[in-house]
């Protein structure tokens, strides 16, 4: 079973919004980071978005500040990023990933997340 588990991509034309979602199958600390991250073709995957546990401590790339937002429902085990005034330069495949059993602050690091979704495209059209 796939410990997480992404939905809501699509199309979109630019200036319009979209939400992401994230289905956390696998038991995750209430004490652990989750983020999204997104890979764009030809290019590294970057940080988008994380939260720490408590969904307080939150940390965006500068490319989506103001524009996106990250939260997350622990009692639902789920993890949400609302994408507003998108433009093509988001077009991605975007990736939920977790951090488990961690109380320090989020980063952005690939490496620092354990769990990873196999992702969902977001494609917005000029």
């Known amino acids: 079973q796939v410990p997480l588990v992404e939905s809501g991509g699509g199309s979109v034309q630019a200036g319009g919004s979209q939400r992401l979602s994230c289905t956390v199958y696998?038991?995750?600390?209430?004490?652990?980071?989750t983020g999204w991250f997104r890979q764009a073709p030809g290019k590294e995957r970057e940080g988008v978005a994380v939260?720490?546990?408590?969904?307080?401590?939150?940390m965006y790339a500068d490319s989506v500040k103001g524009r996106f937002a990250i939260s997350r429902i622990n009692n639902k085990n789920t993890l949400y990023l609302t994408m507003n005034s998108l433009n093509p330069e988001d077009s991605a495949m975007y990736y939920c990933?977790?951090?488990?059993?961690?109380?320090?602050?989020?980063?952005?690091?690939?490496?620092?997340?354990?769990?990873w979704g196999q992702g969902t495209q977001v494609t917005v059209s000029s």
């Open positions: 696998k038991y995750i600390a209430p004490y652990g980071c």
């Open positions: 939260v720490d546990g408590g969904g307080t401590g939150k």
């Open positions: 990933a977790a951090r488990p059993d961690f109380r320090g602050p989020c980063t952005f690091d690939e490496n620092d997340y354990t769990y």
